[in-house]
Nanobody
Framework: HVQLVESGGGSVQAGGSLRLSCTAS?????MGWFRQAPGKEREGVAG???????SYADSVKGRFTISRDDAKNTVYLQMTSLKPEDSAMYFC?????????????????WGQGTQVTVS
């Protein structure tokens, strides 16, 4: 059973930055970040495979950067120029493929989530 533990959420003013971290109990090929705001569906934010290929939702391109450190089984999400509409619960996810990284159904393992609030 794969366990994912996120950290790094918090409250920040618009224009600020936060870095989220997610450590997995085992190495997984595809790691992703999703977010879910109250009353909205969970949406894919970014995904990265073991080769380092990264993909982003249009809404975060140029502001967010996903990266991974396989020696630590950790994936990061560096968020800059944050906007109030970025406020959500952010979830780390792990799966075997990244072909459809934006789809929650592609991931079999999930973290507990970390709250990001931008005011």
């Amino acid at each position: 059973h794969v366990q994912l533990v996120e950290s790094g959420g918090g409250s920040v003013q618009a224009g600020g930055s936060l870095r989220l971290s997610c450590t997995a109990s085992v190495s997984m090929y595809c790691m992703g970040w999703f977010r879910q705001a109250p009353g909205k569906e969970r949406e894919g934010v970014a995904g990265i495979d073991r080769t380092g290929k990264a993909s982003y939702a249009d809404s975060v391109k140029g502001r967010f950067t996903i990266s991974r450190d396989d020696a630590k089984n950790t994936v990061y999400l560096q968020m800059t120029s944050l906007k109030p509409e970025d406020s959500a619960m952010y979830f780390c996810a792990a799966g075997q493929t990244c072909g459809n990284w934006w789809k929650a159904s592609e991931f079999g393992y999930w973290g507990q989530g970390t709250q990001v609030t931008v005011s």
